[in-house]
T-cell receptor, first 115, second 116 residues
Framework: EPEVTQTPSHQVTQMGQEVILRCVPISNHLYFYWYRQILGQKVEFLVS????????KSEIFDDQFSVERPDGSNFTLKIRSTKLEDSAMYFC?????????????FGEGSWLTVV | AQKVTQAQTEISVVEKEDVTLDCVYE???????LFWYKQPPSGELVFLIRRNSFDEQNEISGRYSWNFQKSTSSFNFTITASQVVDSAVYFCALSEADNAGNMLTFGGGTRLMVKP
């Protein structure tokens, strides 16, 4: 069964460092997302991406964050200067097309620990 | 604004018991979609079900069943004859039709512990 894959599964970084989280969405999917889950809390939407541009973003997704689809398969989330409060599980997700009725398939997540 | 509430933060049952996880949602849209996801201890989010607001039929899939009631804005999830492998955090989520970005709003999750 096709799946969303994410790397790394876990990364520890020093405060102030840049981090890039990578995702390979399901191959025929066109809509991509990043969500975040701080330990023990709910899953929160960060950003959606379609047709090589951001479709929607939350207030969490400030200037420290950026997303990119550098080639035909990868979708990345960059945090420019990490803060302690960026420590969380980051989930990449994808859907086949637009429209809220589409099932969003999530990857296994990337644990980011900022020390 | 959309909101999802899962009032039960943690439930503990003994294997083979039935358990119901509650989900109450708020939305101004007449068209919306409801989801349940399972998050096992390994951390991934596993899709369980999607239901649109026009389909109030209850659904059963093996030991899982879902009860959607628009009158009470609830979308409850029942596990029959629970097993230890059902132990996980379960999230209810909502997506509004007006939201072209497919944004999911999650509830706070219910941690289910099934003891042998």
């Amino acid at each position: 069964e096709p799946e969303v894959t994410q790397t790394p599964s876990h990364q520890v970084t020093q405060m102030g460092q840049e981090v890039i989280l990578r995702c390979v969405p399901i191959s025929n999917h066109l809509y991509f997302y990043w969500y975040r889950q701080i330990l023990g809390q709910k899953v929160e939407f960060l950003v959606s991406f379609y047709n090589n541009e951001i479709s929607e973003k939350s207030e969490i997704f400030d200037d420290q964050f950026s997303v990119e689809r550098p080639d035909g398969s990868n979708f990345t989330l960059k945090i420019r200067s990490t803060k302690l409060e960026d420590s969380a599980m980051y989930f990449c997700a994808s859907t086949l097309s637009r429209g809220p009725g589409n099932t969003i398939y999530f990857g296994e997540g990337s644990w980011l620990t900022v020390v | 604004a959309q909101k999802v509430t899962q009032a039960q933060t943690e439930i503990s049952v003994v294997e083979k018991e039935d358990v119901t996880l509650d989900c109450v949602y708020e939305t101004r849209d007449t068209t919306y979609y409801l989801f349940w996801y399972k998050q096992p201890p390994s951390g991934e989010l596993v899709f369980l079900i999607r239901r649109n607001s026009f389909d109030e039929q209850n659904e059963i899939s093996g030991r899982y069943s879902w009860n959607f009631q628009k009158s009470t804005s609830s979308f409850n999830f029942t596990i029959t004859a629970s097993q230890v492998v059902d132990s996980a955090v379960y999230f209810c989520a909502l997506s509004e039709a007006d939201n072209a970005g497919n944004m999911l709003t999650f509830g706070g999750g219910t941690r289910l512990m099934v003891k042998p």
